[in-house]
């Protein structure tokens, strides 16, 4: 006998629902073409992403077997609502500090404390993971999309000089 857990099959609802109104505002901001693509492109192919892989959960859920009668809990530890709360509650303040810190100092701070707090890992690991996310970030937005991030405490010039 098939089991609908009627919590997946809702939440691919509202996913779906979530990429056709992400589709239909960048639609409106203007698609652009590949070759010169519009501020809505992005958004576009991310709404479109979301709603097909929504659709295939939702698909999946209605066609496939559970394997047992009673769904699992909504939060399966103790500490998940904590740690909910704390990822949550530091991307609020990354987001009330990212231009009076700047992009560096923001985003390293952000996962250094994300990855010590919500899944703790080492030190040295923390450090390493938080240190190669902003580097990236800064290749990505500021180098190759040309991006104007906010400089905050550190310069990009000298961490330009650190990377070339």
């Not at 409106?28 to 992403?49: D, E, H, K, T, W």
Request: proline share 5%; charged share 10%; hydrophobic share 55%.
């Amino acid at each position: 006998m098939k089991v609908l857990n009627i919590r997946e099959f809702l939440s691919a609802i509202f996913l779906g629902i979530i990429g056709i109104v992400l589709c239909i505002g960048a639609y409106m901001a203007g698609l652009g073409s590949v070759a010169n693509p519009g501020g809505g492109f992005v958004p576009f192919l991310i709404g479109v992403v979301l709603t097909l892989l929504s659709l295939t959960f939702l698909i999946q859920r209605i066609q496939g077997k559970t394997s047992s009668k009673k769904p699992p809990p909504f939060w399966p530890e103790k500490r998940s609502k904590v740690r909910v709360a704390y990822t949550l509650g530091a991307i609020l303040v990354y987001v009330l500090v990212f231009e009076w810190m700047g992009f560096a100092v923001a985003t390293f701070g952000l996962f250094l404390f994300l990855l010590k707090t919500i899944d703790p890992v080492k030190w040295r690991s923390a450090l390493f993971w938080s240190f190669i996310v902003t580097i990236i970030g800064f290749l990505l937005f500021q180098v190759f999309l040309k991006a104007q991030l906010p400089e905050g405490w550190v310069s990009w010039w000298s961490i330009s000089r650190w990377i070339f």
